[in-house]
């Protein structure tokens, strides 16, 4: 919710001489606006659908020409062989009304950045401005088939062309890899980059270092990429301990990855020395731009000495989350690594025009247009990427500009830095004395009362009305709490998080047993994680009603 | 700058809570020599949301939609009717800005649509278990790929030669460096699917066989057969399907004994979008693999009060939790893909995806026979869904360049999909859906007899 004004005034407080009293059960399961819903097994059946199939309808008014009557069924023998489908699917089906009844019944169970602050570290839930989802939906871009000639889709190329620019700029890097369909996707054409210049040097290396602080795709995508993972440790100040990783630097060491600012809100200072010692020793340096956000204009990665770096688009450009994707991430990369990213790509030549460089012309394009360095390490997906995540992130760009995105990164940080002072007397900090933060405030669980935890604390606070923070990352701080407000809250909404917050984390120290069974006000009580895991139930296994008798949930939805 | 709701007098306030005497001061740590003095040089200032949505739709009207000319193409991605409902849907604030539901207990709307998304895909694909979704089809197949190696460690993998070749190309280029060794093929042109000369190539070091469902030239390969084969040499079998909409119309490869089903969503729900974002589909037959699965899964249980809820599960294969010992390094999904096709796919029902795919297969009919027709033209499909193979007698991308200026995409040439392969030059794949009117038909065989003759 927004933020109440200087007034004071809380909606959700009785008037003075009432009492809050909580009412007696109701026979649906409903509470008034919390509306329960069964499964579209449980109210769908096989005989129903949301969709008329009169494809040839005549819609034209008398005097205009007519379509052709179209050609019976019964004229055309099916070609599907001997493989034609007899078996029922089991496919329930419902009309429009119920459909969308249905779907907006779910979505009122969801929190969302749209309902209010969205404080969850290292994912950047930013407001998603309207604008991108209308540019995305324009003809042009939507309905826009990936194997069209390129003379018909040249404004798609010139978009990718012109987000590919910005992003170089932004960075200070030398080329972009767009066609990475998400951060971890990105992660691993950045790190096939890596491989693919040290094999072509004929320097086949092992190990790729990575910090204890690193989100879990670190060590997952060098792992999936054939490489032996190694710790990089940390010094008290939450960064990279620069003289232990150059101890550990050699000719088996392919590369190191690195988060910055990393995941404990701080910008690793030495990065370019860390990275000056990685290239000394002949290896590269990966840095997980998922926290790009909180430097966009302020510096560039490249002046950093960084060889590849994903962008989320998703996260620093504002495409939407989705409730899980899709995502979007291209992989920016220094002259070094450049030559061996993925195909497609696009380019633009002296004459103005963007090519769309696939397998077919890549050797004749790198020689006529690169002097035949370009030797990319293959393909990492069908087709050229996630074009709609690039018109939104490009409508997004655009939008701010150089000076707006600056404003971005500066805002991040001056939000970040005033939870952390607003917290830091009362919730411990471990680096709050190693200087500002930046787009994220860390913390950690000393000082709750025994029995309490950073998961009752973050179940209190959606009784609050808010989505937790990051709980238990980074792993180097017990149970940690990261928290990310970004640029797009106001000081009031700010204000009233604190508050809230202020207020768990007292009811936490003062061992408020209340607090386990939290949330008490959501949709739902704490799930059975455990259950779900031992007895999985992935998919509803019952028989559809017959048409016409759907059958209601005996749970949930009674 | 309409984003940012912090004023200038917040900012002044702020920063003294903060302890800094400005800005810059936040940012110390960034060494000076690095620090950018100002907005990057040569960029553009902040616009309007009127001079943006300008410019942009200045970029969108260079590119011809597919809704504004008769439409032939596929190869993986096909043009249907999306009902308006599913983009309403989809864009309700609470799908289209929620995260990825860690906190189940204010994220049941999205878990709830995952499971019923689950099951969806599962029952479409004839199998027990289907994940939350991956990246696209691509993907997906490479990752039924990793998946098989595990579950058989073995490393030899065989692909159909009329596997997409994108999809042949990430799966060549993943096992370049997980030293997986991949035995495939270019396809043949002919009216049936080379199942023999697959067969013949699966060995007992054969990890799993790649086959795609209706493949690549639009052929409907019995998959039975090669279901036989691959466990008779305890290999898996992996199908690939590009067109869900087509198992509305013919048998699913689940239950021809497919061991693992992967394939892209887009069709159904999702749109074109110029190829991507799309939705990776990822079922098992049997359940026994669950564990080895990548990627999300959504599982029911229960609340402390006893009423029924759904969690993310079984995340232990997962990389926050396993970091270099996970099933991938898969991070997300594409969840509001996989709503849109949830939505669609609930307002078609089984009904409405069986009269689909019949008028999907009906036009595919109407339009082969009228091609066939054009002097100059052979089909070369015997058996097909909504795509088959046309041979024009010459090379085909001149063909289609050409037909392109004239306003008619004609379909997507071979020597696109497989350049260098001379003897594939001529091929034309054609694709037909709802979308496509008889009128359409007409014009694009006029315009084939107008550039063949």
Known sequence: ?558 | MRYLPLTDADRSAMLEKTGASSIDDLFVDVPEEVRLGGPIEGLPMHASEMAVEKHMRRLSKKNLAAADAPFFLGAGAYRHHVPASVDHIIQRGEFLTAYTPYQPEIAQGTLQMLFEFQTQVARLYGCAVANASMYDGSTACWEAVAMAARITKRDRVVLSGALHPHYAEVVRTMAKFTEDEIAGAHPALQSEPDNGGLISRIDDKTSCVVVQYPDILGRLPNLQEIANAAHDKGALLIVVNTEPVALGAVKSPGEQGADIVVGEGQAIGVGLQFGGPYLGLFAVRDAKHVRQMPGRLCGETVDAEGKRGFVLTLSTREQHIRREKATSNICTNSGLCALAFSVHMTLLGEKGLRALATENHRLACIAADRLAKVPGVSVLNDAFFNEFTIRIGQDARAVVRKLADDGVLAGVSLGRLFPGKDALSDGLLVAVTETTSEEDIETLASALEGVLA
């Open chain 1, 1 to 558: 919710m927004n933020a109440p004004n200087k007034s004071g005034w809380k909606p959700g407080t009785p008037v003075e001489g009432h009492n809050a009293v909580s009412g007696p059960d109701t026979v649906t399961g409903n509470r008034a606006l919390m509306l329960e819903e069964p499964l579209i097994f449980e109210i769908g059946n096989t005989e129903t659908t949301g969709v008329d199939f009169g494809f040839a309808a005549r819609l034209d008014l008398a005097g205009v020409e007519q379509p052709a009557e179209p050609t019976p069924a019964e004229d055309v023998p099916s070609r599907l062989g001997t493989l034609a489908r007899n078996e029922p699917i089991g496919l329930p089906g419902l009309t429009e009304p119920e459909t969308v009844r249905h779907y907006t019944r779910l979505s009122r169970q969801n929190y969302a950045i749209d309902l209010g602050l969205f404080p969850l570290g290292s994912c950047t839930m930013k407001h998603n401005p309207r604008l991108n989802e209308k540019v995305a939906r324009m003809p042009g871009f939507a309905d826009v088939h990936p194997l069209q000639p390129v003379d018909t889709v040249r404004g798609a190329l010139e978009v990718m062309n012109e987000l590919a620019h910005w992003l170089i700029k932004l960075t200070g890097m030398h080329g972009v890899a767009m066609s990475p369909k998400a951060g971890a996707h990105g992660e691993l054409c950045g790190i096939l980059c890596i491989r693919a210049a040290l094999e072509a040097k004929g320097d086949a290396r092992e190990v790729i270092l990575v910090p204890e602080s690193a989100h879990g795709t670190n060590p997952a995508t060098a792992a999936f990429a054939g490489y032996r993972v190694e710790d990089i440790p940390a010094n008290s100040d939450g960064r990279v301990d620069l003289e232990a990783l150059k101890a550990r630097l050699g000719p088996d060491v392919a590369g190191v990855m690195i988060t910055n600012p990393n995941t404990c809100g701080l910008f690793e200072r030495d990065m370019k020395a860390i990275s000056d010692a990685v290239h000394a020793a002949g290896g590269y340096v990966y840095c997980d731009g998922a926290n790009f956000n909180a430097i966009v204009g302020r510096v560039r990665p490249g002046d950093l000495g960084v060889d590849a770096m994903h962008i989320n688009l998703h996260k620093t450009f504002s495409t939407p989350h989705g409730g899980g994707g899709p995502g979007s991430g291209p992989v920016v990369l220094s002259e070094a690594l450049s030559p061996f990213a993925p195909l497609p790509y696009t380019a633009r030549t002296a004459d103005g025009v963007v090519h769309l460089v696939e397998e077919e012309d890549a050797d004749n394009f790198s020689e006529e247009h690169f002097g035949g360095k370009m030797r990319s390490f293959g393909r990492m997906t069908a087709f050229h990427g996630q074009m709609g995540m690039f018109t939104r992130a490009l409508t997004y760009i655009l939008s701010h500009g150089a000076d707006g995105l600056r404003q971005v990164a500066e805002d991040a940080v001056l939000n970040a830095n005033y939870v952390l002072r607003s917290l830091e007397d009362l919730l411990h900090a471990p680096f709050a004395h190693s200087g500002p933060c930046m787009h994220e405030a860390l913390f950690g669980d000393k000082g709750f009362a025994e029995g309490l935890s950073t998961l009752d604390l973050a179940k209190a606070l959606i009784d609050e009305g808010y989505h937790p923070m990051t709980m238990y990352f980074p792993l180097v701080v017990h149970g940690a709490m990261l928290v990310e407000p970004t640029e797009t809250e106001s000081k009031a909404a700010l204000d009233q998080f604190i508050m809230a917050l202020r207020s768990v984390a007292e009811r936490a120290m003062a061992g408020d047993e209340s607090m386990k069974g939290a949330p008490h006000y959501a949709p739902r009580r704490r799930l059975d994680e455990t259950q779900a895991a031992r007895k999985p139930l992935l998919a509803w296994e019952g028989e559809l009603a017959p048409s016409g008798r759907a059958v209601r949930s005996e749970v949930g939805g009674r």
